[in-house]
């Protein structure tokens, strides 16, 4: 027997941080849930949606911030020092895993084959569109993940694919997908596009085609495929995100401002030095010489009024100067958006295109197009200001478009971030580590040799990563290699997933 699992009551009122689990309703066992045969794809689906966004909006954003240096870890306290340190455990992340696949991906496959039972093609697009999110989002983390034996009640150990099939996978479900539906079809009830058609869903699909296909460029030959969606021009003209759904209730904020923001949570998320001193420029005689206005947006500023960011692999529990107040922390409200695709991401994907495959004019153009719509998102002015200090780059078109995305994404997306730099990268690790800014005993530092636009190594970084790498890959998550026998042997923490081989 299938388990749906639902939103109590349908009202959100559910925690959505890593707690959100035990939220939701298996009618197959509780009494007081409806029959299977009367639960309708509208009931499902905001489960589905909110399984997600309590996982990619809070633990994935939180890792992947620590592993993108957005994050550093707050004085004396010690929740995520082994993230600061570029560590990750299998227990770490089977929470998130369990979440994904028990009650994301089982809900999608329900609705699907509901949908599609029902002629209701709209609302299987969309389940597939999120459902090839959800997958893609696992290859990203572990690198081969169960895909064509999942979500089967009669295969209790599946076997583990290899990343490139399970993108190829999920290329061909979207496509086929598209293929029934007409952009007029109606789709169920959820949260993404409330009262929408399936044209935004068509229009979010192609964007994450896009992804997927720029993330195998450097494995496989896909120029063919995105010069088919350029030439179709049918991408969204805003930001994918789940915005309209918080509200400032116990249970009911984004999944991040419950983990970490809200009263009586501890705090341990503060700046990073190497996006701050990224993002605000000093001269030679350590005057601020210019702020990228995002900054503001992404970050509040310290006690004292400053942005000073703090380094990587250490909570300085031996000084009184760096206390709670010293690091400024991220700007997180309660009804932030989980943002799962952005106009300026898709704007990025284009311009790396077009300097590999096209003309330097071209790639320039959706370059300028991606910082405008990153300022966008922002809700900030200055991105002219910003396109005169930091151009495209011809010479170094990569380098130049890693740089602009990691900043770009600060604050909006650091789970995919952490992904871009491991496939492109760049920010590439500088000259000087952490223990040349802070020697972990001292009280006071110095960052003056910090080149910007660069990561460094964290001090007492984990020794199975090492100096000047990033932790490439999460270790399979103990939830499944505890009782699947087809799980692989890990192949190490800085063995690459597919697409940054």
């Known amino acids: 027997m299938k388990k749906i699992y639902l939103l109590s009551a349908l009202t959100l009122s559910l925690s959505l941080g890593m707690t959100s689990c035990e939220s939701y309703l298996d009618i197959n066992q509780d009494p007081n ?8 794809t509208g009931m499902i689906m905001p489960a589905a949606e909110m399984s997600i966004a309590g996982s990619y909006g809070d633990f994935l954003f939180i890792t992947g911030g620590y592993f993108a240096q957005y994050y550093a870890q707050q004085f004396g306290t010690s929740n995520y020092l082994d993230y600061s340190r570029f560590n990750m455990s299998a227990t770490r992340s089977s929470g998130t895993y369990t979440q994904l696949y028990q009650k994301a991906l089982n809900n999608l496959k329900n609705i699907n084959d509901r949908a599609l039972a029902d002629g209701d093609f709209g609302t299987s697009l969309a389940a597939t569109v999120l459902r090839a999110f959800t997958f893609q989002t696992l290859v990203d983390c572990y690198g081969e993940t169960p895909y064509t034996q999942a979500l089967d009640p009669d295969i209790l150990t599946p076997v583990y694919d290899n990343g490139q099939t399970v ?58 495929e995105v010069a088919a969606l350029i030439a179709e021009n049918n991408f969204p003209s805003a930001d994918i995100k789940w915005a309209d759904c918080w509200s400032d209730q116990a249970e009911k904020r984004n999944p991040l401002y419950s983990e970490e923001f809200a009263p009586g949570q501890q705090q341990n998320l ?49 000084t009184s100067t760096f206390n709670a107040n010293y690091w400024c922390r991220p700007a997180i409200a309660y009804d932030q958006p989980v943002y799962l695709l952005t106009v300026a991401e898709t704007e990025f994907f284009l311009a790396e295109y ?100 660069t990561l460094y190594t964290p001090i007492q970084v984990f ?39």
């Not at 990033?470 to 799980?487: D, I, K, Q, T």
């Open 33 to 40: 849930s409806p029959s299977e045969e009367n639960v309708t």
């Open 167 to 224: 993108y190829e996978g999920l290329l061909s479900e979207l496509d086929e997908a598209m293929s029934r539906v007409e952009s007029s079809a109606s789709v169920c009830t959820n949260f993404l596009f409330p009262n929408q058609n399936a044209d935004s869903w068509i229009k979010f699909a192609n964007a994450l085609k896009l992804k997927l296909l720029m993330r195998m460029s450097d494995v496989k030959d896909v120029q063919s």
């Open 270 to 318: 503060v700046a990073n030095l190497a996006i701050i001193n990224t993002m605000q420029v000093r001269d030679e005689l350590g005057n601020i010489e210019y702020t990228d206005p995002r900054l503001s947006v992404f970050f509040n500023t310290n006690t004292y009024g400053n942005y000073e960011g703090s380094i990587s692999g250490t909570q300085y529990t031996g």
């Open 354 to 453: 077009y300097s590999r495959y096209g003309s330097a004019a071209d790639a320039s153009t959706h370059y300028a197009a991606a910082i405008e719509a990153s300022f966008a998102t922002a809700g900030v002015s200055g991105a002219d200001e910003y396109l005169e200090r930091y151009p495209y780059d011809n010479s170094n078109p990569i380098k130049c478009i890693g740089i602009a995305k990691w900043v770009a994404l600060a604050g909006i997306n650091p789970f995919e971030s952490w992904c871009e730099i491991r496939r492109l990268d760049y920010p590439a690790f500088g000259t000087t580590q952490g223990s040349d800014f802070y020697n972990n005993s001292d009280e006071s530092f110095d960052t003056s040799s910090y080149e910007a636009g």
């Open 463 to 501: 020794g199975q990563v090492g100096t000047n790498k990033l932790l490439e890959r999460f270790p399979y998550a103990e939830s499944s290699s505890s009782r699947n026998e087809n799980v692989p042997e890990f192949p190490g923490y800085t063995s690459p997933v597919f697409w940054a081989e």
